[in-house]
């Protein structure tokens, strides 16, 4: 049985976690209510440094570990960009493993934060287990999973603290691990219990959807999603075993519907985000909900070709793995 996420935690984490990745704007912006015909209120997660909400858990992670620790880490590049800015404040020394086709700019930024990156692997999942197999064995070798280690969650958990004043009825998250979804859902739970949580996966991802429907991890055999952020074959069982306690629904987007989330966005809102940031936004397009509405805006690492792809001059990639 997996321990709960603690609210002391989480509280702790909103007094610790540097002020660049806190209170962050989460506002009703007009032209989006009218294009939707509803309001939903965006919360902004990425003005700051990593340009997405990861920092908040990397850096409550890694302020727990002792020195001469040695991170290994798998990412699509939001967490390893995290884990890699956390520790440099720290001089703890990262390796990021990351799949043979990771978004260029995010391998760019990982290693501009100071990891060392290594591309191996035809998808996340294979990237995760050459890194398992690399920390394995080795005492200054630490592996964090982001989904699976508590103070990823519970920093992520901060987010909760910020919107539970508002008294939403129903909060639409991206799920691709359930680090998010779980330590927001935990303090959203506690201090605002009558808010749905609801998941949003991308459809060319199906894994974490399918295995919380079930109660038990099903494995995808394959990824077609241009939302690399969300993208895994694999459920992490830890996370899985939380969000019992923190989801009451999920539902999935295709690419379509992530990349008109994406136009309007941009034409509303003016933020040019990543496809994995603006699942919440497709599920609102998609999906009736009744009472006050959220999503989280996760990230806007962006691959080069995604200016292109909203434009409408190249067509949607068939298949890009996380």
Partial sequence: MTTPLS???????????????????????????RALGRDLVVKVETLNPLRSFKGRGAEY?????????HVV????????????????RRDIPVTVFSAQNANPVKVARMREFGAEVVLDGEDFDVAKSRAIEHAAGRSD???????????????????????????????????????????VGRWLKAHSPSTRIVGV???GAPAMERSWRAGRVIVSDGIATMADGIAGRVPVPAALEWMRDTVDDMVAVDDD??????????????????????????????????????????????????????????????????
């Fill in 141 to 183: 070798r630490i592996f964090v999973e982001d989904g699976r280690d508590a103070a990823i969650s519970e920093g992520a958990g901060t987010i909760g603290v910020e919107l539970a004043p508002l008294g939403l009825d129903v909060l639409l998250v991206p799920v691709g691990n359930g680090g998010l979804i779980n330590g």
């Fill in 7 to 33: 609210l002391a935690n989480i509280e702790d984490a909103d007094r610790v976690i540097p002020r660049e990745f806190l209170r962050t704007p989460q506002y009703v912006d007009p032209a989006l209510s």
């Fill in 73 to 88: 880490c798998a990412s699509a590049g939001n967490f390893g960009q995290a884990i890699a800015y956390a520790a440099r």
């Fill in 201 to 203: 996966c991308a459809a």
């Fill in 257 to 322: 519907q992530i990349l008109a989330a994406l136009r309007l966005v941009r034409d509303t809102v003016g933020l040019l985000l990543e496809p994995s940031a603006v699942v919440g936004v497709a599920a609102a397009i998609e999906h009736d909900y009744d009472g006050r509405l959220a999503t989280i805006v996760t990230g806007s690492n962006y691959a080069p070709d995604l200016l292109a792809q909203l434009t409408g001059a190249m067509p949607l990639p068939t298949s890009v793995d996380s």
């Fill in 61 to 69: 992670f890694v302020r727990g570990l002792d020195s001469g620790r």
